[in-house]
């Protein structure tokens, strides 16, 4: 065990200012992508003028390996648009990118796949085109979705373990400095995976329990 | 091209004025003609049953009536104001708005066949969501009309539950409820019981003759004949898009005059 306490136990500070690191990067890619998502999924299905190119947009984000997004923003953005300043900020940017693809087309599927009847119901009871989506359709769409949703976070923390390789300081970039130093990858990276593990782990879980609340509660079919 | 009907011969006093008025309806899907020129009154405190073999036009002519489907041609009055058309500032006949149809079309409630309740509301929820948003009554008595709505279809101890957790018959009877919190001025049934058990069936049916003999003006499209036998003031019988026969019920289901009637009938008493 004396390994174990030299090498992780007595790291554990270094191991949690990446793992905070890591969080945050997460938590602000979770939160733009839902934002990009949302503004992609719209301009596809309501906005004609802009349909193309929203759904180039989506298909970009998608079919581009998140390695080669995540160099992309971080290298080329920055002389080609002045920004992102610093790599954190391309960190989360790529993360964020990438989801929002993913994120527009479950929205998509979540609206298509409210019943048409549901929004009679509203207009033959006079509520407007806008009442009938803020009131009918959204809750249903977040209802449906907010599993799937969920689980993009989880998709999020995995991706977020690359970017380490743009020098931002997160968990798997403080594991391989300690390993670096050490020589000794067996315990660190063991424990790293172990942290992944549980949070991802958390996460699921936590996209599970409300899947299943929904599904007692509303009947709803949540995916 | 949307052909509007002549309008009615002026009214002499509100009471002549129909409820709903159907003049020369056509409705048609692409090439299919699925109405092709349905016109007819329903009264004050009336009941009009419309019957036919699946595919006649029944259900379409229904989602006409509150412009769920715009008619290619024909008009639907409400109380003697055209529901698609309206007269503009300098006297000339153009479509209404989406707003302004919206605006006429909440004094007809509808009652679908798949009952379309909002699944994330609970009973209540559904029952006072239009009357708030709509009406803009208060929520304090959107919930007191809306619980004496649900006391009619019997289901007041089911307020705070969400609909999935309702039997079939229930979740009409709550979507009846629905309609009716909006004070509408006439009541629309498309097959309110084709997707129900014969048992919940005569549940939902039971509110329905309450309805009526509290004077509700109905439309009710329906398989039911017994319903339309007892019930309505008058039957109305599609076929391929046409009136074939109409009439009181007695004289429709007792003499039918059309062969294609006598036949539709048969089937049901065999």
Redesign the interface.
């Given at each position: 065990m004396g390994n174990w306490e030299r090498l992780v136990w007595n790291q554990r500070d270094v191991l949690l200012a990446g793992f905070v690191v890591t969080v945050e990067v997460c938590a602000i890619a979770f939160a733009a992508a839902i934002i990009g998502g949302l503004m992609l999924c719209l301009m596809r299905l309501y906005v004609p003028p802009l349909r193309l190119v929203a759904i180039v947009l989506i298909e970009f984000f998608r079919d581009t390996p998140i390695f080669v997004q995540l160099m992309w923003v971080a290298y080329v953005w920055p002389e080609v648009f002045g920004f992102p300043n610093s790599f954190f900020n391309a960190g989360w940017l790529a993360l964020a990118l990438q989801s929002s693809g993913y994120l527009a087309e479950t929205f998509r599927a979540g609206i298509e796949a409210v019943?048409s009847?549901?929004r009679?119901?509203?207009?033959?009871?006079?509520?407007?085109?806008a009442?009938t989506f803020t009131?009918?359709v959204v809750?249903?769409v977040a209802?449906a979705t907010a599993p799937s949703i969920v689980n993009q976070f989880t998709v999020i923390v995995k991706s977020s373990t690359l970017i380490s390789v743009i020098t931002v300081p997160d968990l798997m970039s403080q594991s391989q400095k300690l390993v670096n130093v050490w020589y000794e990858p067996i315990e660190i990276l063991t424990a790293t995976a172990a942290i992944y593990i549980a949070f991802v782990f958390a996460i699921s879980l936590a996209g599970k329990l409300l899947a299943d609340r929904l599904r007692q509660?509303?009947?709803?079919a949540a995916s | 091209m949307r052909v509007f009907a002549p309008k009615p011969s002026v009214p002499i006093s509100m009471s002549d004025v129909p409820s709903i008025r159907i003049a020369g309806i056509h409705k048609s899907f692409g090439p299919l003609e699925v109405l092709r020129g349905v016109s007819f009154d329903v009264h004050r405190g009336s009941v009009v049953s419309v019957i036919g073999a699946s595919g006649s036009g029944k259900s379409t002519l229904l989602r006409c009536v509150?412009y769920?489907e715009t008619p290619n041609a024909g008009e639907i009055y409400i109380d003697g104001e055209p529901l698609g058309t309206c007269v503009d500032a300098r006297g000339q006949s153009r479509p209404r708005s989406?707003?302004e149809i919206?605006?006429m079309?909440?004094e007809?409630?509808?009652v679908?066949q798949?009952f379309?309740?909002?699944?994330?509301m609970t009973v209540l929820g559904n029952v006072i969501?239009?009357p708030i948003?709509?009406?803009k009554v208060s929520r304090k008595e959107a919930v007191e009309y809306g619980e004496e709505c649900l006391r009619r279809v019997k289901l007041l101890d089911k307020a705070d539950e969400?609909?999935?957790?309702l039997s079939g018959g229930q979740q009409q009877r709550a979507?009846i409820a629905?309609?009716l919190a909006?004070r509408p001025k006439a009541m629309l049934f498309d097959e309110a019981t084709s997707s129900l058990d014969p048992e919940l069936t005569d549940e939902v049916l039971g509110v329905m003759r309450e309805l009526a003999a509290d004077g509700t003006t109905m439309i009710v499209v329906t398989h039911e004949m017994n319903f339309a036998h007892e019930v309505s003031d008058r039957v109305i019988f599609l076929h391929q898009g046409l009136i074939e026969e109409e009439g009181p019920p007695a004289d429709l289901f007792g003499a039918p005059k059309s062969e294609r009637l006598r036949q539709f009938l048969s089937k049901y008493r065999k």
């Open positions: 019943p009847g549901q009679e119901a509203a207009f033959s009871a006079g509520m407007s085109q009442q009131r009918i809750p249903q209802l509660r509303y009947g709803l | 509150n769920l989406l707003g919206n605006t079309r909440r007809l409630g509808v679908f798949q379309n309740l909002w699944p994330h969501e239009a948003r709509v009406r969400y609909p999935a957790r979507a629905r309609a909006m």
